[in-house]
């Protein structure tokens, strides 16, 4: 039972440089998230999906982009890479109500 | 809106001390609430969970109860392990509204010294 994964686990991105955080779960969730965790703090939601088709920003979208084409996959776009965009990310699936399946995290570094 | 209040951290005590760590909440609804723990350079991982008030969740030792009239979730632990060493995350989840999306805290990093 894979349960959330995510792929790369380490990243070095040049500024400017663009790629995918890939995401997926073999659970049948219809509720997808990512997150950024910041060195020392808490999470933040960056964009999230209640199902194949729909998605919706959270509290830091500048930046990134989504898409959810299957219940299974949820990549994220980091385009044109800043040094404010290193940080953990994590992604995350649910089915309502019964709390959050975390992803082991992809750690970003822009140079 | 939806909030979850923890306590500040950071949190040090020695192997076998008593745990609370505090979270509050506020909600417009009835919510779930839940524990989450992250270890040292992992993803969280849902420690328990309580989904109406007075359940009491309880995972490996660590035990929450669910008070609607204090609006609380204290995460307990009555003698704590060095790999108990973690991040702790109360959240709250409001079946039906906000979209399916949780409400984390902050987080609180404990650190248990041999």
């Known amino acids: 039972n894979a349960g959330v994964t995510q792929t790369p686990k380490f990243r070095i991105l040049k500024i400017g440089q663009s790629m995918t955080l890939q995401c997926a779960q073999d659970m049948n969730h219809n509720y997808m998230y990512w997150y950024r965790q910041d060195p020392g703090m808490g999470l933040k939601l960056i964009y999230y999906s209640v199902g194949a088709g729909i998605t919706d920003k959270g509290e830091v979208p500048n930046g990134y982009n989504v898409s959810r084409s299957t219940t299974e996959d949820f990549p994220l776009r980091l385009e044109l890479a800043a040094p404010s965009q290193t940080s953990v990310y994590f992604c995350a699936s649910s089915s309502e109500g019964y709390g959050y399946t975390f992803g082991s995290g992809t750690r970003l570094t822009v140079v | 809106g939806d909030s979850v209040t923890q306590m500040e951290g950071p949190v040090t005590l020695s192997e076998e001390a008593f745990l609370t760590i505090n979270c509050t909440y506020t909600a417009t609804g009835y919510p779930s609430l839940f524990w989450y723990v992250q270890y040292p350079g992992e993803g969280l991982q849902l420690l328990l969970k309580?989904?109406?008030?007075?359940d009491k969740g309880s995972n490996k030792g660590f035990e929450a109860t669910y008070r609607k009239e204090t609006t609380s979730f204290h995460l307990e632990k009555g003698s704590v392990q060095v790999s108990d060493s973690a991040v702790y995350f109360c959240a709250l989840h409001d079946v039906g509204t906000n979209a399916g999306k949780s409400t984390f805290g902050d987080g609180t990093t404990l650190t248990v010294k041999p």
């Open positions: 309580a989904t109406k008030a007075d």
